[in-house]
C-alpha cells in the first residue's frame, strides 16, 4: 500500500511519501536438491546436495524469527518560506550603447526553513532520519539519525548540528556524535571571523574497538590572530592488535608568523611492542624539524630517531641531525649521522658494529671550509674488513689553502694508515704523506733495493729481532716542499691618476670600433632611466667613486622594492705586502626597502567591479580585516674584493724532498733538493 500527498501554497511547499506491506518469505523453507555435478573441463565432481532448507541452514530462521515480514516507509519534506528578501545594488556600465532604463537592485528571497524526516521500520531494523536548516537570528543546520534492531552490530546513531552567527561578525560552530558498539566518535569546530581577528578550534576523537582492533584517536587544531598568526596541531594515536602488537604515534605542529619573521616546528613519536612466537619485539621512532626565516636570515634543523629491537636476534639504533643557517654574508650547513646494529642467531653473534659520519660546511664571500668523517666498524665472521675511517677537509681563503685526506682501515688483526695533505700559503706549497702498517712482514723479502742489491728485509735486519709470521709496525713517510722566491718579473699596467679616474691608454683593439654608444633606455617594471653612455676602446677608465642610480621596483599586485644609491669606492695601492698593484674595489653595506603592502579588498575584471566589503556585509554585519604587512629592511653587507693591475712572474725558489721509514729495529731518513741562490742554483743530499 502507498500514498503521496503535495502542496504549494503562499506560506510553504510540502512533499509526503508513505508505503507499507508484508513480504512472505515461505519459499524459504522448501528443500532444495542439487544432483552431482562435474565441472565443465575438468574432472571435479561436486556432491550432490539434498534437503538442503536456507531458512534453516543459513541462520535466517534465528534471525528473522519469522518468514512473515513487514514493513513500513514514510518520507516527509518541507520548505516553510521567507517573505523577507536581500537587496543588492548592481552599478551598471554601458560604454558602446545607451540604455533607457536599467535596474540598479537585485532582490534576493531570504532563505526558508527546510525539514526533512524518514523512517523505515520492519521486524529486522528500524531506520529513523530528521534534517532541518532554519534561518532565523542563526543560520541552523540539525541532522539525527539513528538505527535499532535485534542486532547489536546494527544498531548506531549519528547526530550533527551546525550554526552560522551573524552578529559582530561571523562564527561557524559544528559538532558531531556517533556512537555504535564497534565505533565512537565526536568532532566539534569553531571558526570566529571579526574586524580585527580570525580564531579557529577543531577537536575530533574517535574509538575503534572489534575482536582484533583496539585503537583510540585525537586531534586538536587551534589557531588565531589575536597578537600573532599562531596555528598548533597535536594527533595522539594508541593502538592494540589483539595483544600481539601495541603502540603510540604522538605528532605536535607549531606555526608562528608575524610580518617580520616565520617560524614553524613540527615533532613526531611513535612506539610499538608486541610478541610474536613468544619472542617480544619494540621500536620507538622520533623526529623534529624546525624553520626560522626573516630578512636577514633562515635557519632550519631536522632531528631523526629511531630504534628496533627483537630479543635475543638483533637490535638497531639510528640517529640523523641536519641544520642550516643562510644570511647573506654566510652558509653553514651541519650532517651527524649515527648507527648501531647487533645480530645473532641461536646463541651466536653474526655481527655487531656502528657507523658514524659527520659533514659541515661554512661558506662566505672569499672562504670556505668543509669537512667530512666517516668511521664504520662491523666486526663479522664472514667480512675481511673490521674497521673503516675516512676523513677529508677543506679550508681555503684568499690567502691560504689546505686540504688533507686521512684513512684507516682494519682487515682482521692488520691495520694501515694513510695521511694526506696539501696546502698553499704566502711562502711555500708543500705536499705531506705519511702511511702506517701494523703487518706480518712477510712481504718485505719481495721488495728488492736495486741501489743495495738487496731485498727490504735484509736490508732492515728484520730476521735478528723478529720472524715472518710476528706483526710488526712500519711507518713511512715523504714531503715535497717548494719555497716560493719573493722576486721575479713584474709587469704592470700603464696608468694615469686624475682627481677622479684612473685610465689605462693605449688600449688597441683592431677588431672593434674605437667606440660604441649604448642609448637611453627604460629598465622594465622599474622607474630606473640609464642614461647614455659611451665605451671608448682606445682607454679604459676607472672611476674612483662611481654611484649607482637610485630605483624602485614594480610588480604587478606586489609590494614595491626600493634600492637605495651606493657608491662603489676604487683605490689604487702600490706594491707594498702584494707583489703586484692591484685595485681594491668596497661596496659599502647597504639596505633595501620593501614597503608597506596591503592586500586589496576589491577586485576588477574588464568593465565589471567587485567589492568583497560589500558581498560581506550583505552577509553578514562584518567587514574584511584588512591585512597589512609592514615596511621591511633588507640588509647588504659590504663586499671588498681585489683587482690585479698587472702580471708577476716569480723566479725559481726551492723544491726539496723528504723521506722517512721508522719500524722497531730501523728508523731512516733521505732528504734531497734544489735551492735558488741568486747567482747559482745549490742541491744537496742527506740520509741518516
Not at 649515527?338 to 660546511?361: D, P, R, V, W
Not at 624602485?552 to 702584494?578: A, G, N, R, W
Request: negative net charge.
Amino acid at each position: 500500500h502507498q500514498n503521496f500527498s503535495a502542496g504549494n501554497n503562499e506560506n510553504s511547499i510540502e512533499a509526503h511519501i508513505g508505503i507499507n506491506g508484508e513480504a512472505n518469505l515461505d519459499f524459504l523453507n522448501i528443500p532444495l536438491t542439487i544432483p552431482e555435478m562435474t565441472l565443465p573441463y575438468t574432472t571435479l565432481t561436486t556432491p550432490q546436495v539434498k534437503d538442503f532448507s536456507l531458512w534453516e541452514k543459513t541462520g535466517l530462521k534465528d534471525f528473522l524469527k519469522t518468514t512473515k515480514q513487514s514493513f513500513d516507509l514514510s518520507v516527509k519534506a518541507q520548505y516553510k518560506k521567507n517573505k523577507d528578501k536581500h537587496i543588492i545594488p548592481i552599478p551598471f556600465y554601458a560604454k558602446d550603447f545607451q540604455v533607457l532604463s536599467t535596474p540598479n537592485d537585485i532582490f534576493i528571497p531570504a532563505m526558508g526553513n527546510i525539514t526533512y524526516d524518514f523512517s523505515f521500520k520492519s521486524g529486522i531494523i528500524t531506520l529513523n532520519t530528521n534534517v532541518g536548516l532554519y534561518n532565523q537570528s542563526d543560520i541552523v543546520a540539525y541532522f539525527l539519525t539513528s538505527s535499532s534492531s535485534v542486532t547489536d552490530a546494527l544498531q548506531y546513531k549519528l547526530e550533527g548540528t551546525s550554526s552560522l552567527t551573524r552578529k559582530r561578525g561571523l562564527k561557524l560552530a559544528t559538532a558531531l556524535s556517533l556512537s555504535n558498539k564497534f565505533v565512537e566518535g565526536n568532532h566539534d569546530s569553531t571558526i570566529s571571523l571579526t574586524k580585527k581577528n580570525m580564531e579557529a578550534s577543531v577537536t575530533t576523537s574517535a574509538k575503534v574497538q572489534i575482536p582484533i582492533l583496539r585503537m583510540k584517536f585525537k586531534q586538536e587544531l587551534n589557531g588565531n590572530t589575536k597578537s600573532k598568526p599562531t596555528v598548533s596541531s597535536s594527533i595522539e594515536l594508541m593502538y592494540d592488535l589483539n595483544s600481539t602488537a601495541t603502540g603510540t604515534i604522538n605528532h605536535k605542529l607549531n606555526l608562528e608568523s608575524l610580518t617580520s619573521y616565520f617560524y614553524i616546528e613540527s615533532s613526531t613519536k611513535g612506539d610499538i611492542k608486541g610478541s610474536v612466537l613468544s619472542i617480544e619485539y619494540s621500536g620507538t621512532i622520533a623526529s623534529e624539524a624546525s624553520t626560522y626565516l626573516n630578512s636577514k636570515s633562515t635557519r632550519s634543523s631536522v632531528k631523526l630517531q629511531g630504534t628496533s629491537k627483537v630479543d635475543g636476534i638483533c637490535n638497531l639504533e639510528v640517529k640523523e641531525n641536519i641544520a642550516g643557517e643562510v644570511t647573506l654574508q654566510r652558509i653553514y650547513a651541519i650532517w651527524e649521522h649515527n648507527t648501531k646494529n647487533y645480530l645473532q642467531l641461536g646463541g651466536f653473534i653474526l655481527s655487531s658494529g656502528e657507523h658514524t659520519s659527520k659533514a659541515n660546511l661554512v661558506l662566505s664571500p672569499w672562504k670556505i671550509s668543509a669537512f667530512i668523517q666517516v668511521h664504520e666498524s662491523q666486526p663479522h665472521s664472514l667480512l675481511e674488513i673490521n674497521y673503516l675511517g675516512q676523513e677529508v677537509s677543506l679550508h681555503a681563503n684568499t690567502e691560504n689553502q689546505k686540504i688533507s685526506w686521512k684513512s684507516e682501515v682494519q682487515v682482521h688483526s692488520q691495520f694501515f694508515q694513510n695521511n694526506i695533505q696539501i696546502s698553499n700559503g704566502h711562502e711555500e706549497t708543500r705536499l705531506d704523506i705519511a702511511s702506517s702498517l701494523k703487518v706480518s712482514p712477510w712481504f718485505l723479502k719481495d721488495i728488492v733495493l736495486p741501489v743495495y742489491d738487496k731485498s727490504l728485509w735484509d736490508l732492515l735486519k728484520l730476521d735478528v729481532t723478529t720472524s715472518i709470521d710476528t706483526k710488526q709496525y712500519l711507518h713511512a713517510s715523504a714531503a715535497f716542499v717548494y719555497t716560493k722566491n719573493p722576486n721575479g718579473y713584474h709587469f704592470s699596467f700603464p696608468l694615469q691618476e686624475l682627481a677622479d679616474k684612473f685610465i689605462i691608454p693605449r688600449l688597441n683593439l683592431s677588431d672593434l670600433n674605437s667606440s660604441f654608444v649604448i642609448p637611453t633606455f627604460q629598465v622594465p617594471f622599474t622607474d630606473l632611466q640609464v642614461p647614455s653612455y659611451t665605451f671608448d676602446f682606445s682607454e679604459i677608465k676607472i672611476y674612483k667613486k662611481l654611484s649607482t642610480l637610485p630605483f624602485s621596483l614594480y610588480i604587478p599586485t606586489l609590494p614595491k622594492v626600493k634600492f637605495p644609491q651606493v657608491d662603489v669606492l676604487t683605490k689604487y695601492s702600490e706594491p707594498e705586502d702584494s707583489l703586484i698593484p692591484f685595485f681594491e674595489v668596497t661596496m659599502p653595506a647597504s639596505q633595501l626597502t620593501v614597503s608597506q603592502f596591503t592586500f586589496p579588498e576589491s577586485f576588477s575584471a574588464d568593465s565589471a567591479v567587485g567589492y568583497l566589503n560589500e558581498v560581506a556585509s550583505k552577509i553578514a554585519d562584518f567587514e574584511l580585516p584588512a591585512i597589512t604587512i609592514p615596511e621591511q629592511t633588507i640588509e647588504i653587507p659590504s663586499l671588498t674584493f681585489s683587482v690585479p693591475a698587472g702580471i708577476f712572474i716569480p723566479f725559481f725558489g726551492g723544491l726539496t724532498a723528504h723521506f722517512g721509514v721508522a719500524s722497531p729495529m730501523y728508523n731512516g731518513t733521505w732528504s734531497a733538493g734544489l735551492k735558488n741562490k741568486g747567482e747559482y742554483v745549490e742541491t744537496f743530499l742527506n740520509a741518516t
